[in-house]
């Protein structure tokens, strides 16, 4: 079971352009559990004890209970926080998807790093 | 009597059984799926069972009444028969029908609540101590 109060936090790059519109669109989505998503190069204000360095490194996500979830983990963890695509996260989750869906957030990382304004 | 009030008799008597016995199946291999559903709330579940087989019961005896009206009086006994299978051949077909949208409702209920309750699937890379 998880805690009721679980909340999740997305550290995204905020000097790139398709970051940010995920960010926005993420914070439309209907969701099962919380979500905020924060630039990481704002982490310290939030007080991140990650550095942001790393969060920029990878995509973080980091949930109330203290779980840190990197890369494609990230994407699947927050997937999962959405009413919408749920559904989606578990399948990604499975043996049999997890290449397939690693090659898809690999393209959409290649594309957030063409994106990126510095 | 003549040969075609013999055939709407047996055609109510056929439908009526049929309705009762397919809405008594549902009823009772229902319930064990919608307790699942409800998290063990068996109130709940018996609540809902139960307005699903009103509803059942009011589509199927709805249509076999409108259905029950013969294009033309029947002359003799093998017409009447004819007459009174083709009608409760409509009827079957209606109730499979019925009963197959049932069981895809129950999934969905089901399937949604599922997902409702499932856990992250992934495990955390690193853990922090929680922040609340």
Same mark, same amino acid.
């Given at each position: 079971?998880?805690?009721?109060?679980?909340?999740?936090?997305?550290?995204?790059?905020?000097?790139?352009?398709?970051?940010?519109?995920?960010?926005?669109?993420?914070?439309?989505?209907?969701?099962? !559990?919380?979500?905020?998503?924060?630039?990481?190069?704002?982490?310290?204000?939030?007080?991140?004890?990650?550095?942001?360095?790393?969060?920029?490194?990878?995509?973080?996500?980091?949930?109330?209970?203290?779980?840190?979830?990197?890369?494609?983990?990230?994407?699947?963890? !927050?997937?999962?926080?959405?009413?919408?695509?749920?559904?989606?996260?578990?399948?990604?989750?499975?043996?049999?998807?997890?290449?397939?869906?690693?090659?898809?957030?690999?393209?959409?990382?290649?594309?957030?790093?063409?994106?990126?304004?510095? | 009597?003549?040969?075609?009030?013999?055939?709407?008799?047996?055609?109510?008597?056929?439908?009526?059984?049929?309705?009762?016995?397919?809405?008594?199946?549902?009823?009772?291999? #229902?319930?064990?799926?919608?307790?699942? &559903?409800?998290?063990?709330?068996?109130?709940?579940?018996?609540?809902?069972?139960?307005?699903?087989?009103? #509803?059942?019961?009011?589509?199927?005896? #709805?249509?076999?009444?409108?259905?029950?009206?013969?294009?033309?009086?029947?002359?003799?006994?093998?017409?009447?028969?004819?007459? &009174?299978?083709?009608?409760?051949?409509?009827?079957?077909?209606?109730?499979?029908?019925?009963?197959?949208?049932?069981?895809?409702?129950?999934?969905?209920?089901?399937?949604?609540?599922?997902?409702?309750?499932?856990?992250?699937? &992934? $495990? $955390?890379?690193?853990?922090? $101590?929680?922040?609340?």
């Amino acid at each position: 079971m998880e805690p009721d109060d679980l909340e999740l936090t997305v550290w995204f790059d905020g000097d790139c352009g398709l970051c940010t519109r995920v960010a926005r669109w993420l914070d439309r989505q209907p969701k099962f !559990v919380p979500v905020r998503c924060i630039a990481a190069q704002r982490a310290d204000e939030h007080g991140c004890p990650i550095d942001a360095g790393a969060l920029l490194d990878k995509v973080t996500v980091t949930a109330s209970d203290g779980a840190v979830y990197r890369g494609n983990n990230a994407w699947i963890t !927050v997937l999962w926080a959405l009413r919408d695509y749920r559904a989606w996260s578990l399948r990604f989750a499975r043996p049999g998807w997890r290449p397939l869906a690693e090659n898809l957030f690999a393209v959409v990382t290649g594309l957030a790093k063409m994106t990126k304004q510095k | 009597m003549d040969a075609t009030l013999y055939a709407y008799t047996a055609y109510v008597t056929f439908s009526v059984g049929l309705t009762v016995w397919v809405g008594r199946t549902l009823h009772k291999n #229902g319930r064990a799926f919608l307790i699942d &559903v409800f998290a063990a709330r068996e109130d709940l579940a018996d609540s809902v069972n139960h307005l699903l087989v009103v #509803g059942f019961y009011l589509i199927n005896f #709805g249509y076999m009444s409108l259905a029950l009206k013969l294009a033309h009086r029947v002359a003799g006994a093998t017409e009447a028969f004819e007459a &009174v299978s083709h009608k409760v051949g409509l009827m079957l077909v209606v109730l499979g029908l019925m009963h197959f949208f049932n069981l895809y409702v129950f999934s969905r209920i089901r399937r949604h609540k599922r997902l409702q309750r499932a856990p992250r699937p &992934v $495990p $955390p890379d690193a853990m922090l $101590p929680a922040t609340e």
